[in-house]
């Protein structure tokens, strides 16, 4: 572990030198963490080094991709993967590992058939080769069959788990057993296409998402709420209901996102200028390409803040607009003295998701470089958005009342609020590649002012080190072991405890050597410092995301 303290304060709104690029030379080939590997059915003992604390009973659950491949097709994205399910069990001090992979329509279709026949983001099926050639033709005029390979996450509504992506599908799953046990369509249940797999929750286990609906006329944000509880043990998303609908900018080109932010009384929406244009996603099959052929970063149009009040449904009206960025994971947000505040990981390019093709993410030497050389960097920002917005206010003036934040709102002329961020970090981090993957202390913290939050390094391609931000005081904890890439930090809270750092930190972490271990590591929250690992003698590749669930809480489900 790695202590690097900042001790300067942040004074300006300069932009980081590097947010656009980052020069490495000599990267390892990871080539390995992106191959497909054999699902490990019966459960393995790790081997455990240092210690693993007695209070940690339960399971750390992760999802990503593990087959890339069915007889000689091959997927192009890594985001095409088929889902292959994690579960590392804690109890009395000991650690077992399972996976398995979700079997899912399109697994069984694919594996039935020995190639691709449903297609992906980045991978277009292409026709049965047994067809005549009229046939093959023919079928580019077949609607396609929407993927149920949900591999990006764990969520949880009512009290039970589901696998989820961001299509109209998710699968819930039984977490002790990693059986997958019923197929749900959002659109059975509420007008919406789809929806994030990044929900929030009220403290009383209401859930929150966002999600879009597609119709001749173009396309809408949605706003959903999802009730806490069953009122019948067969019951999956009954009573979800959109609660707000948001018309984009453009109808036929609405924004990619992958994740909102959540305060106590607010959903915070950002429309930002990674585009899909519909035209080309419902016309992609006939034109022989993939979804992803549908998506477009146009940064000459500003990014876009909606806020909605989550109780009434009422979009807000104020118009709030920054330069051009992206994001893919919020940090937090919370409301302070009249205003929304939220914390966000962004970056200056949205070209990012053309990078994670896997022939490059499988590359070496100056080629693996050079890919890493184009991306754009992520970052911690901090928005200020003002809710009592005075028409009469002055042209030109800062609306923000926070003294403790450099972000700025100005009102224009035309009544839109020119919102400038704070960053929440210094130079150290540029040497770390940035920051992805945040996490809070979120049962205690989340929609709270907070202090800390945790993430990956991006030093290569996929985390490299694992970090710890202190947003106030601006300094970094990191931790990272060569030859070896952690995954999204998990913080699980120590029993009774009320600090906000009082805890543990789950990270699977990975290498593509086949003369080391991948392992568990448990880092303790407030010093970052190892407190122990449990090694498993079976490759696994890098993955998205996860969730760790107590075994008080696994013992309730099972006696549903």
Known sequence: MRWLPVMRKYTGNTPPKNTTSGQRQNLPCIAPLVTTVEETLQTVSAQVQGHIPKWLHGSLLRVGPGKFEFGKDEYNHWFDGMALLHQFRLEKGNVTYRSKFLQSDTYKANRAANRIVISEFGTLALPDPCRNIFERFMSKFIPPIMTDNTNVNYVRYKGDYYISTETNFMNKVDIETLDNTEKVDWSKFIAVNGATAHPHFDPDGTAYNLGNSYGPRGSCYNVIRVPPERKDPKETIHGAQVICSITP??????????????????????????????????????????????????????????????????????????????????????????????????????????????????????????????????????????????????????????????????????????????????????????????????????????????????????????????????????????????????????????????????????????????????LDAKNFEEIGRAEVPVPIPYGFHGTFVPSDETATRSGD
């Open 249 to 522: 900018t453009e109808a036929m080109k609405p924004s990619y996102y992958h994740s909102f932010g959540m305060t106590r009384n607010y959903i915070i929406f950002i429309e930002q200028p990674l585009k899909m244009k519909l035209w080309k996603i419902v016309t992609s099959k006939v034109r022989g390409k993939p979804f992803s052929d549908g998506m477009s970063w146009e940064p000459q149009q500003n990014t876009r803040f909606h806020i909605v009040d989550k109780h009434t449904g009422q979009l807000l009206p104020g118009m709030y607009f920054s330069k051009p960025f992206i994001t893919f994971h919020q940090i937090n947000a919370f409301e302070d003295e009249g205003c929304v505040v939220i914390d966000m990981c962004c970056q200056d390019d949205g070209r990012v998701l053309d990078v994670y093709q896997l022939q490059n993410l499988r590359k070496a030497g100056e080629g693996l470089d050079q890919v890493y050389s184009s991306i754009a960097r992520s970052f911690p920002r901090r928005f200020v958005l003002p809710l009592d917005i005075h028409m009469n206010a002055p042209d030109g003036q800062n609306l923000s009342p926070l003294s403790y934040s450099s972000a700025s709102a100005v009102k224009q002329h035309d009544g839109k609020i020119w919102c400038s961020h704070e960053d929440l970090h210094n130079e150290d981090l540029e040497t770390e590649g940035g920051i992805e993957f945040p996490q809070i202390n979120y049962s205690q913290f989340n929609s709270k002012k907070y202090h800390f939050f945790y993430g990956c390094g991006f030093r290569h391609l996929v985390g490299d080190s694992l970090i710890k931000v202190d947003v106030v005081e601006k300094t970094l904890k990191v931790w990272r072991e060569d030859g070896f890439y952690p995954s999204e930090p998990v913080f699980v809270p120590v029993p009774d405890s009320g600090e906000e750092d009082g805890g543990v930190i789950l990270s699977v972490v990975v290498t593509p050597s086949q003369n080391k271990s991948n392992f568990l590591l448990v």
